[in-house]
């Protein structure tokens, strides 16, 4: 079956210090996204990505965020400058074009910031 | 601003009986459902989505959806002790590309 992979699965970053995450969403998928999960609280949103370009946003991602398609195939999530507050598990997903489908979650990167 | 709202639990249940899991929602305009499963460490899993009123029945699991009381459940039956984990209840904004909103889920334990 295919799947969303994120790489890498952990990343340790000095405070202050940009990272990318990156995803690959299952191939025939439109729709994009990062969620966020800070240990011991909910999936929260951040982003969705549709046709090259920002669909929604939620107030966590502000000007520190963005967000790429490069390629036909990554999607990433990047972090400018780091805060100790953006530890979290990150999460990708990626949903089909018809119909309600729902969304795939990757397996996740764990961001630790030092 | 939709809520979704769950019981976070612990909820204990024996092996091998119906484990019962309750979800609540705020916007009335909400049209579909889907529980996730959540292992610790681990990213959410989809395990059913429900869109119409009733029930859905996949294997084991059976998701209830009741619009006119705006609540949602999922019925786990003969539970096993690799069910032990958290479910989150969430819901799809209006738009194709919007987002999923998550309850806080409820962490289920199988007690052998």
């Known amino acids: 079956e295919p799947e969303v992979t994120q790489t890498p699965s952990h990343q340790v970053t000095q405070m202050g210090q940009e990272v990318i995450l990156r995803c690959v969403p299952i191939?025939?998928?439109?729709?994009f996204y990062w969620y966020r999960q800070i240990l011991g609280q909910k999936v929260e949103f951040l982003v969705s990505?549709?046709?090259?370009?920002?669909?929604?946003k939620s107030e966590i991602f502000d000007d520190q965020f963005s967000v790429e398609r490069p390629d036909g195939s990554n999607f990433t999530l990047k972090i400018r400058s780091t805060k100790l507050e953006d530890s979290a598990m990150y999460f990708c997903?990626?949903?089909?074009?018809?119909?309600?489908?729902?969304?795939?979650f990757g397996d996740g990167t764990r961001l630790s910031i030092l | 601003q939709k809520e979704v709202e769950q019981n976070s639990g612990p909820l204990s249940v024996p092996e091998g009986a119906i484990a019962s899991l309750n979800c609540t929602y705020s916007d009335r305009g909400s049209q579909s459902f889907f529980w996730y499963r959540q292992y610790s460490g681990k990213s959410p899993e989809l395990i059913m989505f429900i869109y119409s009123n009733g029930d859905k029945e996949d294997g084991r699991f059976t998701a209830q959806l009741n619009k006119a009381s705006q609540y949602v459940s999922l019925l786990i039956r003969d539970s096993q002790p690799s069910d032990s984990a958290t479910y989150l209840c969430a819901a799809p904004g209006y738009s194709s590309a919007s987002k999923i909103i998550f309850g806080s889920g409820t962490r289920l334990s199988i007690r052998p």
């Open positions: 997903a990626s949903r089909a074009a018809w119909g309600n489908q729902p969304q795939h």
């Open positions: 990505f549709y046709n090259n370009e920002i669909s929604e």
């Open positions: 191939s025939n998928h439109l729709y």
